[in-house]
């Protein structure tokens, strides 16, 4: 890999600083109230009026056809300026890769754009009351009836659930399977008559989640992402974008890690903590080049498999070994400073969603390392 960023590369990385800085919002709301999400919703379609809602997409579906590589660089660029959180990171991050990888031209031309614009936001209907890590043994049903599907079950802790438009999720379609087998990836409108959306209260009281009730609702079967049956298949690859380098990139967390040094400064620099601090910088600019190194694989027509979830372990400790770090060094203050203890709060979260670490553990033990059962 070539450390060294090309003259192209290094003027789209100006370009992206350029804009950024002229058109950075002020403070916005929550994006779990109903002011904040709007407040967001306007800077998603600043940034697609403006061509920077999805960088690396064609430009047919409201992308540049930037690089993976210059999308790494818009990422660094997008947290070095401290811009708001994505509010549409489920069908920016998750679904618009496996539709890309997977979908039918119709279903591209469909849905794409209005991902990219935030005029339909998605959440993840995957899952369910006794199928959290253990995906496999999930339940929700989906009937065939001619053209349509008829889909009943549950699904629980949907992000941005509350105020989605649409739910792309697993679904059982053949009542006679078990496990991984017989299952179906299909596309859900959440205005359709059945569903019922009921929200899940943070532990800061905001909605951040959803639980969604499916009573006989009919789905078209033209909704359906990859064949019939194949749905576990295609939940994988969507997986694999959401613990790799798709959902987190390393921008994120090399901007967390130059707050974390200047807070180190701030404090006096106190030794006790100074190794903490250099090894948290470390670790999240060596995550940095491991996915630049990753990416460059990508572009050279190489693949990334159950190595994703090396990668879901290790930016998900590092990011609350981080903020370990920050509420340590700030003492009696954390509780007062709510940017390091909200960042806290959030990074407690990241060993469990994408895959519990300990499930994300057993596939690396299995499918990397080859170990036995």
Not at 102 to 114: I, S, Y
Not at 174 to 195: C, F, Q, T, W
Not at 339 to 362: H, K, M
Request: aromatic share 12%; charged share 25%; proline share 5%.
């Amino acid at each position: 890999m070539d450390l060294a960023f090309t003259t192209q590369e290094q003027a789209f990385r100006a370009q992206c600083a350029s804009w950024f800085g002229q058109n950075l919002p002020g403070p916005l709301a929550s994006m779990d109230t109903p002011e904040g999400f709007e407040q967001h919703r306007a800077w998603e379609k600043r940034l697609h009026d403006a061509g920077w809602s999805a960088v690396n997409w064609p430009r047919a579906f409201g992308g540049r056809e930037a690089t993976l590589i210059e999308w790494l660089i818009f990422e660094e660029e997008y947290y070095r300026a401290g811009a708001p959180r994505r509010l549409n990171q489920n069908g920016l991050f998750l679904l618009a890769p496996t539709l890309l990888e997977f979908g039918t031209e119709e279903q591209k031309q469909r849905f794409l754009p209005p991902i990219a614009s935030c005029d339909e936001i998605w959440c993840q209907g995957w899952s369910e009351p006794n199928a959290g890590s253990d995906l496999a043994s999930l339940t929700s049903r989906a009937t065939r009836d001619g053209s349509e599907w008829i889909l009943n079950g549950q699904k629980t802790w949907a992000s941005r659930g509350v105020y989605a438009d649409w739910m792309f999720g697993l679904f059982r379609s053949d009542a006679s399977s078990e496990r991984h087998r017989g299952l179906s990836y299909i596309l859900v409108p959440l205005d359709a008559p059945g569903v019922t959306v009921r929200p899940i209260a943070q532990i800061d009281s905001e909605p951040g989640f959803a639980e969604v009730f499916l009573d006989d609702v009919r789905v078209p079967v033209a909704n359906t992402l990859g064949p019939e049956g194949d749905g576990w298949k295609i939940a994988m690859s969507t997986a694999g974008f959401e613990r790799g380098v798709v959902l987190r990139s390393p921008g994120r967390f090399m901007a967390t890690a130059d707050r974390l040094l200047e807070l180190f400064k701030e404090r006096g620099s106190p030794a006790a903590l100074q190794d903490d601090v250099a090894r948290a910088w470390m670790s999240a600019d060596a995550y940095r080049l491991a996915t630049f190194w990753a990416v460059s694989k990508l572009m050279d027509g190489g693949t990334i498999g159950a190595e994703a979830s090396l990668n879901k372990l290790w930016w998900s400790e590092m990011d609350l070994y981080m903020h370990e770090t920050a509420l340590r060094l700030l003492g009696d203050d954390a509780t007062l400073d709510g940017p390091w203890l909200d960042g806290f709060v959030f990074s407690l979260a990241g060993p469990i969603y994408a895959g519990t670490n300990e499930i994300q553990r057993n596939i690396v033990a299995e499918r990397v390392l080859g170990l036995p059962r």
